[in-house]
């Protein structure tokens, strides 16, 4: 069955620092990568995506993920954390029957000044 | 403009009633989803919806009931044989039956207190 692991259930960065949120799935099918942003008491909002095609995939608010088939990996980073990043994020991958998605157990990100 | 509204925002219940959690989508997706997300526990799928008047048990129905009888809406009622309801409730939907390459788009969540 498809999985999806997210390391490091809380990642603490400084303000200007870089993000890099770790996600590894494990699929049998070539897969669809999600990464997903939730804000405090709201629903989650698409990040980015990686369907086929290029490996780099930019998102909004300066994210970006590299899909890296050797190493299962689907990796969220911004270069300079801001303070409105503070916020959970889910990466997801799409399940082998192709009709869901499967989500890790999310990364809380915190922003010091 | 399009997307889903979940109703309401805040929900008490007291022990042994049921409750129904509202999610209508304007989007003209095929599927619809209803997640529990607790603390520490990332998203759990309770029942979801490929086409209307069918809909199928995710990992933690028990509980839990839905109906499907318009594309536009996807109920969910948490009965009183959910010992432990009180948690925040996501509704999601995708366009197409059997193929979420596009990704969900999810509502903005009701949170459900047992008081």
């Known amino acids: 069955a498809q999985s999806v692991t997210q390391l490091g259930s809380h990642v603490s960065v400084s303000e200007g620092a870089l993000v890099l949120l770790r996600c590894n799935y494990s699929?049998?099918?070539?897969?669809?990568l999600f990464w997903y942003v939730q804000y405090p008491n709201q629903g989650l909002q698409l990040l980015l995506k990686?369907?086929?095609?290029?490996?780099l995939v930019k998102g909004i608010n300066g994210f970006e993920a590299e899909f890296k088939k050797s190493e299962t990996s689907f990796h969220l980073t911004k270069p300079s954390a801001h303070m409105s990043d503070a916020a959970e994020y889910f990466c997801?991958?799409?399940?082998?029957?192709?009709?869901?998605?499967?989500f890790g157990g999310g990364t809380r990100l915190m922003v010091k000044p | 403009d399009g997307g889903i509204t979940q109703s309401p925002k805040y929900l008490f219940r007291k022990e042994g009633q049921n409750v129904t959690l509202s999610c209508e989508q304007n989007?003209?997706?095929?599927?619809m989803y209803w997640y529990r997300q607790d603390p520490g526990q990332g998203l759990r799928l309770i029942y979801y919806?490929?086409?209307?008047?069918?809909?199928q048990k995710g990992d933690i129905a028990e509980g839990y009931s839905v109906s499907r009888e318009k594309k536009e809406s996807f109920p969910l009622t948490v009965t009183s044989a959910q010992k432990n309801p009180t948690a925040f409730y996501l509704c999601?939907?995708?366009?197409?039956?059997?193929?979420?390459?596009?990704?969900?788009?999810f509502g903005s969540g009701t949170r459900l207190t047992v008081v």
């Open positions: 999601a939907s995708s366009k197409f039956a059997g193929e979420p390459v596009y990704g969900y788009t």
């Open positions: 699929s049998s099918v070539p897969p669809y």
């Open positions: 990686y369907t086929t095609g290029a490996t």
């Open positions: 997801a991958v799409r399940n082998n029957a192709g009709n869901m998605l499967t």
């Open positions: 989007l003209n997706h095929d599927a």
């Open positions: 919806s490929q086409i209307v008047n069918d809909f």
